[in-house]
């Protein structure tokens, strides 16, 4: 599975306003439903999922990512949003540091197989240096794009 396939790039947040965790899932899940990829009505419900699963295990995974995760009847197929901060968020990380990209990724409850092949694309990219660098100098959704783009086409960089 490729990014393109599951992230939503209209709804990418280059710079989140939130400053805590609850706050930047909920701006992101609020992104997806102005993008149209999730029903309105969904949104608080999908964000107060997220948070239950973060609750339970901090989905941050080190050096400056976190991964929210959920399965969750509002959506139909796998998608995908990013935020990032220049501030940093406490996501209890792993490595106790703050997160400055978030990759939130919501799926359908009845397709594990698409939901795992979107987690490890996310997770094979991640534990690249050079990608979570080019991720966090991101800025603008076409930067976001053209990252995620080039990492599809060329799964080794």
């Known amino acids: 599975m490729k990014f393109q396939d599951f992230v939503c790039f209209e709804a990418t ?3 989140l306003v939130a400053h805590d965790r609850n706050g930047a899932i909920t701006e992101l899940v609020s992104s997806l439903v102005k993008a149209g990829k999730l029903p309105v009505e969904s ?3 999908v964000a107060k999922a997220v948070i239950k699963r973060e609750n339970e295990a901090s989905t941050g995974m080190g050096k400056g990512v976190a991964i929210p995760h959920v399965k969750h009847p509002a959506v139909r ?3 995908a949003v990013i935020g990032q901060t220049d501030t940093g968020i406490d996501f209890s990380s ?3 540091q703050p997160v400055y990209s978030v990759i939130l990724l919501i799926s359908p409850p009845d397709n594990a197989d698409r939901h795992l092949q979107a987690m490890e694309n996310i997770f094979r990219h991640l534990q690249k240096e050079k990608f979570r660098k080019f991720l966090r100098q991101s800025r603008t959704p076409e ?3 053209d990252l995620l783009r080039e990492a ?6």
Request: hydrophobic share 50%.
């Open 43 to 45: 949104a608080a419900e």
């Open 152 to 157: 599809d086409e060329n799964p080794s960089w």
């Open 13 to 15: 947040i280059p710079v």
């Open 143 to 145: 930067a976001f794009e």
């Open 77 to 79: 197929d796998v998608v």
């Open 94 to 96: 792993l490595d106790e």
